[in-house]
């Protein structure tokens, strides 16, 4: 049996901190709530969307300071000394991911509250969680709803937007990484989750020009795509529409790198590098990236050139489980340190 949950409820528009409430009675979930929030989300919307829960609801806050599995014991902890009924992320990809695996270990529902469009987490049923130094995919269950507040997302810094294209366009490469892995490995593989990711990938190449405006037209297409992507890991049943080699390779950044860059950055400069190991037509990915003002090469994320060229020869260490075009050997220094230099990324 495969088992595809998806969110019931999907709220995309202006001035929504204050209607988490209605959406929570209408699901009927619970007297007793949680609300996790970054230092910074905390203050962006969290607190308001506190204030405004307080009014119906008994609610507990909790500061998350990032996505790993001390943070996801923590509100555990909270989630059952405090006896409660749901929980509510405000916040990035980091602080959505506990608030999703938390709230899936405890059984309880969880209520996604972007405050960026930077990440393809909104809505997908899988958290990428720190653990033992590396990000391991989590199975985990999607949110009840997504309130995705427009007037919040567009406050938040352009870069955010532009990661967000990243990490859809990486959907190329993870889709062709997953046939790939279906004809070699004899994977499950899903034609309906991996066109409905392609489709959020080819929607941000024909959108360039529209995203980069930044303004709320951008952000909106940005959101939507991101939550069709997530629809799609949830579809699949786990990240590979989303996620190969050149989330690898983010992954193996996060690891070595003294400095990381954003998420979708990284993924987004992964992309380029994959789809040539592919034989895609990398350009375009790097011409979308740079009409949307996103990071192509190492000097634009702030990451030496030692480090991509390191997490190029170990990204297949990080989750061998996960085939690719990386094989199971990965790339020799020369072939990583060719790829990079023929591509531009260094
Ligand atoms: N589960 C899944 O399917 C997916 C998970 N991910 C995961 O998501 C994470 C990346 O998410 P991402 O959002 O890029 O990064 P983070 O959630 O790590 O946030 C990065 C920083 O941005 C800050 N921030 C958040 N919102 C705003 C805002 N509106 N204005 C200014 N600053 C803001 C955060 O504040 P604060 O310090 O307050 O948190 C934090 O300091 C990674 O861990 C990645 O693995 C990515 C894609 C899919
Ligand atoms: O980031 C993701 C999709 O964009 C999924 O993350 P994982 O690589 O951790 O599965
Ligand atoms: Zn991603």
Redesign the pocket.
């Known amino acids: 049996m495969h088992l595809m949950e998806l969110p019931r409820e999907v709220l995309l528009g202006e001035n929504l901190k204050d209607k988490v409430s209605q959406v929570a009675k209408r699901l009927k979930l619970g007297e007793k709530a949680l609300i996790l ?6 203050e ?1 919307a969290g607190k308001d969307v506190e204030k405004h829960l307080k009014d119906f609801f008994e609610v507990e806050g909790l500061i998350v300071k990032e ?1 790993s599995m001390k943070e996801v014991e923590k509100t555990l902890n909270v989630i059952r000394n405090e006896g409660i009924n749901w929980v509510i992320g405000v ?5 959505i ?1 506990v608030a999703k695996l938390a709230s899936f270990k405890a059984d309880i529902p969880f209520i996604s509250f972007p ?2 469009a ?4 909104i809505a ?1 049923a ?3 969680i720190k653990d033992l130094g590396t ?1 391991t995919s989590v199975k985990a269950r999607p949110p009840v709803a997504i309130i995705a507040d427009v007037e ?2 567009k ?3 352009y870069r ?1 937007l532009a ?1 967000g294209v990243g ?1 859809m366009i990486s959907n190329l490469t993870a889709v062709k990484d997953w046939e790939l892995a279906h004809k070699i490995k004899g994977e499950y593989f899903s034609e309906y989750a991996a066109s409905l990711s392609l489709m959020s990938a080819k929607m941000v190449i024909k959108n360039a020009d529209i995203i980069r405006l930044g303004n709320e037209e951008s952000v909106r297409k940005v959101i939507k795509g991101l939550i069709s992507s ?1 629809v799609a ?1 949830s579809i699949a049943g786990s ?1 590979r529409p ?1 996620s190969g080699a050149e989330h690898l390779f983010s992954h193996a950044l996060d690891a070595i790198a003294p400095k990381p860059a ?3 950055e990284q993924c987004g400069v992964g992309t380029i590098i994959m789809a040539y190991l592919h034989g895609l037509k990398w350009q375009k990915i790097r011409e979308t990236l740079k009409k949307v003002g996103a990071p192509t090469n190492a000097y634009e994320l702030g990451i030496d050139p030692e480090y991509i060229v390191e997490a190029l020869t170990i990204a297949h260490t990080i989750r061998p489980e996960r085939y690719t075009i990386l094989g199971k050997d990965g790339l020799t220094r020369e072939a990583a340190e060719k790829a990079a230099k023929i591509t531009g990324v260094i």
């Open positions: 929030y970054g230092p910074k989300t905390k962006i996505a916040g990035g990809g980091s602080i991911d405050t960026t930077s990440h393809d987490g997908s899988n958290a990428s990000k919040v997302i406050t938040a810094p955010y990661a990490d997530g890991m990240s989303a954003l998420h979708g």
